[in-house]
Structures are given as C-alpha cells and as structure tokens.
C-alpha cells in the first residue's frame, strides 16, 4: 500500500503532467491558428481580385447567410433586450431622479459592449457551428483536394468568402441591433409613462457618443467576425476529420471563439480606460 | 529500400516534337501507403509519361494506386525523390505556378469523383472554368455544355451529386476534369463499382480521348489510368502501356508480351480479380 507521501506525490505528478499537455496543446493551437490567419491574410490581399465571378457572388451568398437571413432574430433580441434591460434601466434612474445619466448608460452598456458581443455570438452559433460542419464534411468527402486538383486554392475558394461574409454580418448586424434595442427600450419606457420626451432621450444619446465610439464599435465588430470566421475554418479545415470528430471539432470551435472574443471586448475595454 | 528502377516509358526515344522532358517524371519517388498487413513498405517509383501515352497501373487494393496519382498530380509529397511536370520539379514551383500546373494535369477520383455536393453538375464544371477564365472565358457555358453532352450528362445537368448514382457521379468527375482541357489526364481506378456496360463507355470514351477526339481539337489525350482490375482492359492491351505498383516494387510490363502468358503472381490476380464477377453500381441515376 502507498504511502500518503507517495501518492500525494504521484497526484502532483499527474496534474503536472495534465498542465504540461494542455500547454503544449495551447501552444499547438496558437502556432497553427496564427499560420491559418497569416496564409489566410495572405491569400486575401494578393488573391482578392481574382476570380471574381466565382469568389465574389460566394462572398455576397455568405454575407446574406450570416447576416441578412439573421436579421429577425437579431431584432427579436434587440427588441427583448431594450425592453427588458433599457427600460428598467430608464425606469430605475426616473425614480431616483438621474435620469440626466441615461444617455452614458445605454451608450456604455448597449452600444460599447452588449450590442457587438450578443451579435458576435448569435453569428457564433447560428453560421459558425455551421461552418465548422460543413468544412469538415468536404474535407471528410475529399472535395478540398478536388479544388487543389483543379487549380483552385481552398483558402480562397472556401475561406476567404466566409470571413469577409461574417465581418460584414457581425458589423451590419450590431448596427441593427444597436438601433432596434434602443428604440424598442424607449418605447418601453413610453409606455411605462416615464416623464421623458423622445427629443430628450435622443439627445442625451447623442451627447454620450463619442466619434471614438463608432470606431471602437466598428473595429470590435469586424474583429469578432474575423476572430469567429478563422476559428471556425481553422477547425473544419485544420486536420482530416472522421464524421464523429466533426461535433467535437464544433465545441472546440464555439469554446475558443466565445474565449478570443472575450478577450478581444477586454482589449478594447482597455484601451478605453486607458485613453 | 529498393534499388531504384530503371526508368520507365515505352517513349524514352520520343520524338514528337513536344519538348525534350516528359509531362510527368517521377525520379525515385517512394511511395509509403502499401497497407496490406505485413506488406508496408515503400515503392520506388522512376516513371516517365510522354505526350500521348496511355498508361495503365495495375495494382491490388491498398498499394498505393491513389497516392501514386497524388503525388504524380502534385497535391501530395512523395517521401522520398522528385516529381516534376516538363522538366520543372513541382518543389521547385511558386504556390501560383503549381496552381497554373494543376489546372494542366487533370484529376479523376475513384468512387464518385469527389464532386462539390452543394453545387449541380453543371455548376461543377462551370466552376473551375470560372475561376481560371471569367465568367465568359475558356468557352463558357457553350463548352461546358459540348463536355456534358460528349460525357452523355446533358440531362443531368442540373441534379446534385447527390441525386447521382455512382456511375453518373464518376463521369460528372470526367467531365470536370476534361473542361480544363489537361494536357494528362491522371484517372483513379475509374472502372471501379461500374458494371459492365458503364465499363464499355469508359473504355471507348478514353479509347477516343487518346486518339484525339474531334470536340478536344483532336489533340491525342495523354493518359494514366490505374487499376486493381485488368480484365476489361484486355481487348486492347496491344494499345497501353503496363506498369505493376506493388509493395516494395514498381515494374514496367514488356509490351510484348501478352498479359496472360506472364507468370508474374501480381499480374495473374490482377487478371483473376478474384474470380469475382464485375459489381454493380449500387445507385444508377434514374434518369
């Protein structure tokens, strides 16, 4: 029988084992996605002029995949948000007579943070669970080296038109959600009879936005896009898959994105604060 | 590891014009995807392929027959050795320049063809013409429909892959390959899961491609084939070359000598085929 100090020693033997391979598959990750982005970058700037009558009608069917056929649930969920959250929000600060803040509030939470994330996560999982998929099976069915065969590179035939697709989407859609949340929260508070005249509401608004923020806003939003667009073609695409690895290649895939976007938004946080 | 072989083309003293480097030569290239148990060791492979040729590879399952065409396509790495197309080794080319080659060494794959699920047949063909042409270019839809109408798909144009039986799928694949107009024509075991009489069009399709059809400029159409079959092309042995991809040994039969007269064990199995009679292709297209 083991002693207690030999098996607390093979206990911390094992769970510096289980450290040493999550680092090593950590940094698998890092070198294999950063070799993706930068032959995907490549292949974007040097190829995107060419074969436009194949690549650029696929650009705009993943444009209207990933953002235009997303646009009602996008405003069913800006709608649910401003009233639910905006609302309450005007409704609480009427009460205590701080009304006068409403305007930093919703620019702070719905048009800084809440707007680019909720959207860049309805992307995630409504086209990038699908994109993993759907690479996964043509390199499964082998129709990856048929491109290759045919003189077609697959990063610009399959890669290419799914990240503008979804920066666009995630841009686009943010956008929208911004104004339907908004509008829908300040017809919440109409109804709630809040003493507050739209003009007011407006300017306020108006007043708490910065030029900095449509910068900020624009750049998260396209980041997000090409955050959740490589990940996702990084996994269908990165190794052969067999039909059962395809799901756990998805989670991966979701796990990771919703993990760099996270980051991403702390990083613009950040820079906020610190300009 | 094998010594290598000798080179192996029925055209080493070519004189048609074309150049003085093979399409394709591969320079003891080794191949290492032999999977029949016990049997896993490379292949040296020293093959010539000149303009014109007609190629036949024979081997059994699980020898390598896939990779070999692979590695001669370019879209894989030999282990050891060179693969070059007119004399340029493909390790030697920009990522553009292999690009441009592969769009002259055409690709057939076995079981189906590997045919993009989501697009008709038609946009299949379409496809490639598309991205190395424009829309209009390579002669366009007109071009794409002569393909499809030589490869007997003109009514099938506008189904998916999916709505294909494998015969019809294998063909669709035939014709995407040939609407590049290659230069080599490398095919995968095309005649496999066909029964016979989809095994006769293909013969007398290839029959005509290498003659040089007339809706192909009449250009004699250089052609590679592998096998794991030898019986339906024995009519025509007088016309191919033969070559025998085995664990451990790449052989280039004498074209002399009439297949069943060689008392080589590979060649007799691949002559038998296992006493089996020819499959039939599971799904035909109703159409």
């Known amino acids: 029988m083991p002693s207690s100090a030999t098996l607390s020693g093979r206990i911390l033997d094992a769970y510096f084992a289980w450290i040493g391979r999550r680092m090593l598959a950590v940094s698998d990750l890092i070198l294999g996605l950063g070799a993706f982005v930068w032959i995907t970058t490549g292949v974007l700037i040097t190829r995107f002029r060419h074969a436009r009558s194949v690549v650029h009608p696929l650009i705009r069917l993943n444009v209207a995949r990933a953002g235009v056929r997303l646009l009602p649930m996008v405003t069913f969920l800006a709608v649910a948000l401003g009233m639910v959250v905006i609302g309450q929000t005007v409704a609480l600060l009427s009460r205590v007579g701080a009304t006068e803040f409403l305007g930093p509030v919703m620019v702070t939470v719905v048009v800084r943070e809440v ?15 699908a994109t993993v998929i759907e690479l996964g099976s043509a390199r499964l069915f082998g129709e990856v080296e048929a491109l290759e065969a045919l003189g077609i590179d697959p990063i610009h035939y399959l890669v290419v038109p799914r990240v503008i697709g979804m920066s666009v989407a995630v841009f686009s859609l943010t956008v929208y959600f911004v104004l339907g949340a908004l509008i829908s929260g300040y017809a919440f508070v109409f109804l709630q009879e809040v003493p507050m005249q739209p003009a007011d509401y407006f300017h306020q608004l108006a007043q708490a936005l910065r030029w900095e923020d449509f910068v900020t806003v624009g750049l998260k939003t396209l980041g997000f896009g090409v955050l959740i667009a ?46 | 590891m094998p010594p290598p072989n000798p ?7 070519h004189g048609d014009g074309a150049g003085d480097d093979p399409i394709l030569r591969l320079r003891n290239v080794a191949l290492s995807h032999a999977q029949r148990s016990g049997e896993g060791a490379c292949a040296t492979v020293n093959w010539e392929v000149w303009p014109g040729d007609y190629w036949l590879v024979g081997a059994l399952p699980g020898s390598g027959k896939s990779r070999l065409l692979a590695v001669a396509a370019g879209l894989e790495h030999p282990d050891q050795g060179e693969v070059s197309y007119r004399g340029k080794p493909y390790a030697s080319l920009s990522a553009d320049a292999l ?8 690709m057939v794959f076995e079981h189906g063809g590997r045919l993009f699920r989501e697009l008709t047949i038609e946009e299949n063909l379409l496809t490639p013409l598309r991205y190395h042409f424009g829309p209009n270019g390579g ?119 009439p297949w069943s007269n060689s008392e080589d064990r590979l060649m007799q199995e691949l002559l038998v085929a296992n006493l089996q009679p020819r499959q039939s292709a599971p799904r035909e297209a109703s159409a």
């Open chain 1, 115 to 129: 707007g680019p994330l909720v959207t860049a996560l309805l992307v995630l999982a409504r086209v990038g669970t």
């Open chain 1, 230 to 275: 490589m990940i996702t073609c990084y996994h269908g695409l990165s190794q052969p898959l067999r039909l059962d690895d395809v799901s756990t290649a998805t989670l991966r895939a979701v796990g990771q994105s919703v993990v760099l976007c996270v980051l991403l938004d702390a990083c613009f946080i950040l820079f906020n604060l610190l300009t």
């Open chain 2, 7 to 13: 080179v192996s083309s029925p055209r080493n003293s």
């Open chain 2, 99 to 106: 690009q441009q080659t592969r769009t002259r060494v055409g």
């Open chain 2, 139 to 257: 002669g366009g839809a007109g071009w794409v429909g002569t393909v499809l109408s030589k490869s007997g798909l003109e009514r099938l144009k506008d189904r998916r892959p999916a709505g294909l039986g494998i015969a019809y799928s294998q063909r669709a694949a035939l014709a995407r390959a040939l609407v590049l107009r290659p230069e080599v024509l490398l095919l995968d075991n095309p005649l496999a899961l066909l029964e016979s009489s989809q095994a006769h069009w293909w013969i007398e399709f290839l029959n005509e491609l290498s003659r040089g059809a007339d809706w192909l400029d009449g250009r004699p159409l250089t052609l590679a084939i592998t096998t794991d079959d030898l019986r339906p092309w024995r009519q025509q042995q007088s016309d191919l070359s033969l070559a025998l991809l085995g664990p451990s040994r790449w052989e280039v039969h004498s074209s002399g000598n």
